[in-house]
Structures are given as structure tokens and as C-alpha cells.
């Protein structure tokens, strides 16, 4: 069996209040967002508060967003 895609997962929150399918999209992508938010605060405090940030945006999102959103 495939591994879900992003989107899947999205989906799976969105439409089942999943909490695991949103905690696997945060164990994905949680260094990317986290290492950004790093480089463009320069503050360990500020970029955790970014990362949690941007989750917080996406679940409320959620339930909008399209498939063929990418999630980068």
C-alpha cells in the first residue's frame, strides 16, 4: 500500500478531524517550515512561534483548500 500524499492526509483532517493524518503533515514538514522561519527571524523563540503559526493557518485552511494544492 502507498504511503498517503499530502493532499490525503489534508482531506483526512479536514473532512475526519484526524488527529494523526495532521500530526504525520506536521512530522513531514515541521524542519522545513521551522528552519525557514529560523532564517528569515534569526530568533530560535520567534521561529518556533512562526512554525506553530503556519500549522495553526493550515489546519484552519484546511477544509479549503484544493487537491491540487502542494504543500512545500
Known amino acids: 500500500m502507498s504511503e498517503p500524499t499530502d493532499m490525503d492526509l ?3 483532517f479536514a473532512d475526519r478531524n ?3 493524518a495532521f500530526a504525520e503533515l506536521v512530522r513531514r514538514h515541521l524542519n522545513v517550515v521551522y528552519s525557514i522561519a529560523l532564517r528569515f527571524s534569526g530568533n530560535i523563540t520567534d521561529a ?3 512554525a506553530q503559526a503556519v ?4 489546519a484552519r485552511k484546511a477544509p479549503g483548500l484544493r487537491d491540487r494544492t502542494v504543500l512545500n
Open 55 to 58: 500549522f495553526v493557518i493550515l
Open 10 to 12: 489534508v482531506r483526512e
Open 48 to 50: 518556533e512561534d512562526i
Open 18 to 20: 484526524s488527529e494523526l
